[in-house]
């Protein structure tokens, strides 16, 4: 019920204070329009406050401590902003997309958008020099007048970052994330003209105009295609007013919609998941960008996951070490082990086998383990992901068949076909691990509906050839919504539905407590009599 009222609370503007208060005082656990699929209108931002995270505290705080809340004695913290049937709702964070209603080709292969690719019918025009991540790279106006961040790959591994930072992108942007719109660009030496006003920050610190020189000293450091042009990735400027970064733990003071803790959140929790799937260790806060949009004549924070050039075997400016994904930077037990065993202890993950291709770096699925994988340093959403948190991410990850990867891998526009089926392999062989290894920590029953008077589910593990379906066994129980209490009804014990629902009143809850083979794993299934029919109101898991 308090997570219920924290969702309520999200969005009510002036008076969501006092609803939070009273909530506490209405024992219910089902409101009349349960499930909500996506959160109300967000409250005015109207005093917000830019901020720059600073990376080094970040590491360390994670690493040497433990940021954000954490279970404590073994109780388990559920997720929040979510809605009765355990989704997240579409809101300024997420939103549902490929396993709600599913993309086409086309659709997938554009990702966050395809209408403003740069336009290089004149001079693009160099405005800065890139300051932060760790590739070289340009602030440039295209013919347009539309500002982007490029970037570009490492000289002893072309197409490595570049094609990995917009697979990922779309990636993410079908799995619901607001990411930026990646583009390749192209382009020869002789198309690029430094702005009048450009300036860039030099090694001693100071801040000069920015030259010629400094343009060809940075293409010299990056591979040119076998027609003698660059290629890179041009991202444009995210729409609204730049704020920083977000953080994955607490919240947002100056936010009214920011009530959640991040720690909490189950689009960030189930992060983890995608990550692991795509090889995205660099899940650090300075990948994360919070900007002040209007809509409406109303202004929020919209959140954005960026920079995706250390991902699928690339580390941006080299091949991924084979401890990413493995190891944390820093491991005490690990370093322990080698120091022990004065180095003669060969962990598995240094085992891996990766192929002789640039393009690809380093990236492999037979030594991959989901539940085992770890980002750069700890990630408190990631820590606190629960079975139930792992089962809708993999749910979502198992909704891309063969060939929706193979569409999104051909974005990053590999010249080395070798390099896209690796790719396409990689990420069909884990996304199989992540299935098996997730939908085995709990019932994996989805889809739940009412239909011809039946009780209607969906067992992902066997529509993924994960396993065999199983015989499940139904429990119905009167449900009474104010104080949570349920009468079991003798004898109903298939998924038809029960005359006693039939005869109820509008208003009136069941419940169907469906257990399998382990009856530490349900999935009970909430449903509520309408004037115009039966429809579901929530679910519960345990396992």
């Known amino acids: 019920m308090f997570k219920r009222a924290i969702v309520r609370c999200t969005v009510l503007s002036?008076?969501?204070?006092?609803?939070?208060?009273?909530?506490?005082?209405?024992?219910?656990?089902?409101y009349d329009d349960d499930p909500i699929p996506n959160e109300p209108p967000p409250a005015n931002v109207t005093n917000i406050r830019g901020r720059k995270l600073g990376d080094y505290y970040d590491f360390v705080a994670n690493t040497f401590g433990k940021p954000g809340e954490r279970p404590q004695k073994g109780k388990l913290i559920p997720a929040r902003a979510v809605n009765t049937l355990g989704e997240v709702h579409d809101c300024a964070w997420y939103t549902n997309r490929h396993y709600r209603v599913r993309m086409d080709a086309a659709a997938l292969a554009r990702g966050a958008g395809a209408a403003n690719a740069p336009d290089?019918?004149?001079?693009?025009?160099?405005?800065?020099?890139?300051?932060?991540?760790?590739?070289?790279?340009?602030?440039?106006?295209?013919?347009?007048?539309?500002?982007?961040?490029?970037?570009?790959?490492?000289?002893?591994?072309?197409?490595?970052?570049?094609?990995?930072?917009i697979i990922v992108s779309n990636f993410f942007y079908a799995l619901g994330y607001n990411v930026p719109e990646n583009y390749l660009l192209t382009f020869t030496r002789s198309q690029?003209?430094?702005?009048?006003?450009?300036?860039?920050?030099?090694?001693?610190?100071?801040?000069?105009?920015?030259?010629?020189?400094d343009v060809t000293e940075t293409l010299l450091a990056v591979p040119r295609t076998a027609d003698g042009r660059y290629r890179a990735v041009a991202s444009l400027r995210i729409e609204g007013q730049a704020i920083g970064e977000f953080r994955y733990y607490g919240t947002r003071s100056d936010d009214p919609n920011d009530i959640v803790s991040h720690e909490h959140r189950r689009d960030l929790r189930g992060l983890r998941v995608f990550c692991a799937w795509l090889g995205h260790d660099d899940t650090r806060d300075i990948n994360t960008f919070d900007t002040l949009v209007e809509q409406g004549g109303r202004k929020y924070v919209k959140h954005y996951l960026i920079d995706f050039g250390?991902?699928?075997?690339?580390?941006?400016?080299?091949?991924?070490?084979?401890?990413?994904?493995?190891?944390?930077?820093?491991?005490?037990?690990?370093?322990?082990?080698?120091?022990?065993?004065?180095?003669?202890?060969?962990?598995?993950w240094a085992m891996a086998k990766y192929p002789d291709i640039p393009a690809v770096g380093r990236f492999e699925a037979d030594i991959f383990d989901p539940e085992k994988w770890v980002p750069f340093y700890p990630n408190p959403a990631f820590t606190n992901c629960l079975p139930d948190d792992a089962f809708w991410a993999a749910k979502q990850v198992m909704a891309f068949t063969d060939d929706d990867i193979r569409t999104l891998v051909r974005t990053g526009q590999f010249t080395d076909r070798r390099a896209e089926d690796w790719i396409v392999?990689?990420?069909?062989?884990?996304?199989?691990?992540?299935?098996?290894?997730?939908?085995?920590?709990?019932?994996?029953?989805?889809?739940?509906?009412?239909?011809?008077?039946?009780?209607e589910l969906e067992?992902?593990?066997?529509?993924?050839?994960?396993?065999?379906?199983?015989?499940?066994?139904?429990?119905?129980?009167?449900?009474?919504?104010e104080s949570e209490q349920k009468t079991?009804?003798?004898?109903?014990?298939?998924?038809?539905?029960?005359?006693?629902?039939?005869?109820?009143?509008?208003?009136?809850?069941?419940?169907?407590?469906?257990?399998?083979?382990?009856?530490?794993k349900s999935v009970t299934v909430y449903i509520r009599k309408e004037p115009g029919g039966i429809k579901v109101a929530g679910i519960d898991r345990t396992w």
């Open 459 to 481: 067992d992902l593990a066997a529509t993924h050839h994960l396993g065999k379906a199983q015989d499940y066994a139904i429990q119905w129980s009167r449900f009474d919504n």
């Open 192 to 213: 690029l003209k430094v702005s009048p006003d450009a300036a860039l920050t030099d090694a001693q610190g100071k801040r000069r105009p920015m030259t010629d020189r």
């Open 488 to 520: 079991p009804l003798a004898g109903e014990t298939s998924a038809r539905l029960p005359q006693a629902i039939q005869n109820a009143k509008t208003g009136e809850y069941f419940a169907a407590r469906i257990s399998g083979s382990e009856p530490a």
């Open 310 to 348: 250390a991902a699928l075997g690339s580390d941006s400016n080299f091949p991924n070490s084979p401890r990413s994904g493995n190891v944390t930077w820093f491991d005490w037990k690990t370093s322990a082990q080698q120091f022990f065993s004065l180095g003669l202890a060969v962990p598995r």
């Open 120 to 165: 290089t019918s004149g001079p693009l025009s160099v405005v800065a020099a890139k300051t932060a991540g760790v590739m070289p790279g340009f602030r440039i106006k295209d013919a347009g007048g539309r500002l982007y961040f490029v970037k570009f790959d490492p000289k002893s591994n072309p197409e490595m970052a570049t094609a990995a930072d």
């Open 425 to 455: 392999q990689c990420l069909i062989k884990r996304r199989d691990k992540i299935g098996k290894a997730y939908f085995a920590k709990v019932l994996p029953l989805d889809h739940f509906r009412i239909r011809d008077e039946r009780l």
């Open 14 to 30: 002036g008076v969501f204070l006092l609803q939070w208060l009273a909530a506490p005082l209405i024992a219910r656990k089902f």
